[in-house]
């Protein structure tokens, strides 16, 4: 059972990775789910939006066709909307609150109509916001992820330049590099970073890394403020016996294979093992099988009712062939002349919550093993902590510690996103953001 690329057709793969959530096709489709909204005051949607975008004001804009209007109003609120309509779990947040769940109906597709707006206004190059005049003071932005883009974009606003340093040949971070290609394509990640950078002000220094080609401490010299946000994408280890054999990879590696490459040049066994249930497990799984494996494994330790992914994820899953193995912990990887060839899982059961409020898996002392020639682990990502420690940042296990807006314990530094909060959704990175870059403004006086 070899690992090897070219499983499929450019065909295949164009099909397989296609748009997973195709937005409306003109404005009259739009206007029929526009008109749907009841406008709700003081509504739940907008309250559930980690950067309070106006929801009803936005969708009665797109009501009466004001769709510049519409793209302003998200994004004021939220500079990456277009990328957040594709990839929040909006199942758990707007949609999610919508009052038609109460009435038992379809709640409304806040998602689509979002991305209605942003997209036009991303591929027609609206000029939505005007920069006021520079006012001499210079910040440095460390990643130009969500975080980081959302903090340039206010602070430019308001007259401040910024410089954005980047360790890869791209921006958009997470949404460039960490999600699946069928949610949002690298060509969208790259005109929605130009279109943030299109208001002036900001420049992006790519392959510059932290630790490596800068220091904190230089960009201290050198700036009024310096803002962290590096994210977080170090894989959990499993730490068990085979685990650095040929075949086993961390998710987030394989995936930025996927979003970094031709999908024809990416590796994928034939019967493939995703260890974990998060949203990353879920994209390595179904992209694992969308490269062309013939077999793909989810195997997870607590049940269904624990899983951190939302149910529209893992349906995502099994719609794809995905099988699903629940109560399994991995404890052995087997393998023969150092490749994988066998997955040895414990059987487990539940026991009283542990500190995250879900119940302990416990092992009944009985296994199942799994004939795979790849495994993905999927068990979680963990801050740079060897990186943030040596920065004189304070934190807790590598997770910097800040007060309210992004203030970190060293003045003129400020810090916010997944290097804070250890890893949440891009929504939540953006409001991160935001505050962070309230928090200069407010030091500098600005």
Request: glycine share 10%; with cysteine.
């Amino acid at each position: 059972m070899p690992i090897t690329n070219f499983r499929l057709t450019t065909d295949q793969y164009e099909e397989n990775f296609a748009d997973i959530h195709p937005p409306f096709e003109n404005l009259t489709a739009a206007l029929v789910e526009a008109n749907r909204c009841i406008f709700c005051y003081d509504a739940p949607c907008m309250k559930s939006c980690p950067t309070s975008i106006d929801v009803p004001k936005f969708i009665k804009q797109i009501a009466t066709e004001n769709i510049k209007g519409s793209a302003h109003t998200i994004f004021t609120s939220n500079i990456m909307g277009g990328g957040c309509s594709k990839v929040c779990p909006v199942e758990k947040l707007c949609e999610g609150a919508c009052v038609y769940n109460l009435m038992e109906e379809e709640p409304i597709q806040i998602a689509r109509l979002q991305r209605y707006s942003t997209e036009k206004a991303i591929a027609n190059k609206w000029p939505l916001f005007k920069r006021k005049q520079s006012n001499g003071k210079k910040v440095a932005v460390i990643g130009a992820g969500p975080a980081g883009l959302s903090c340039a974009h206010v602070l430019s606003r308001e007259g401040i330049d910024v410089d954005v340093y980047e360790k890869e040949a791209k921006g958009g971070g997470l949404m460039t590099y960490g999600i699946a290609a069928y949610k949002v394509t690298p060509g969208f990640c790259e005109d929605e970073v130009e279109y943030i950078l299109s208001i002036g002000g900001i420049e992006i220094k790519y392959n510059q890394e932290l630790g490596k080609d800068i220091t904190l401490a230089d960009l201290q010299s050198r700036y009024d403020a310096v803002y962290v946000g590096i994210g977080v994408g170090l894989a959990r280890q499993l730490e068990i016996p085979g685990e650095h054999l040929d075949g086993v990879e961390d998710a987030i590696s394989f995936i930025y294979d996927i979003r970094s490459k031709d999908f024809s040049e990416v590796k994928v066994g034939e019967s493939v093992a995703v260890i974990g249930m998060g949203m990353t497990a879920i994209d390595a799984a179904t992209q694992a099988k969308r490269l062309g494996a013939k077999q793909v494994t989810m195997v997870y330790r607590r049940t269904q009712a624990e899983m951190p992914c939302t149910e529209v994820e893992l349906n995502i899953a099994k719609l794809d062939g995905c099988n699903i193995i629940w109560l399994a912990a991995p404890k052995e990887v087997l393998g023969v002349d150092g490749k994988v060839t066998t997955l040895v899982c414990s059987k487990m059961v539940l026991g009283e919550p542990d500190a995250s409020g879900r119940r302990s898996p416990i092992e009944t002392g009985e296994e199942i093993a799994l004939e795979v020639d790849m495994v993905i682990k999927a068990a979680g990502q963990m801050p740079f902590e060897s990186l943030v420690s040596g920065l004189s940042l304070e934190n807790k296990y590598g997770k910097i510690t800040t007060d309210k807006n992004g203030v970190t314990n060293i003045a003129g530094i400020f810090a916010g996103g997944d290097c804070v909060n250890g890893g949440k959704e891009v929504v939540d990175a953006v409001q991160a953001g935001k505050d962070g870059a309230a928090g200069i403004l407010s030091y500098l006086g600005a």
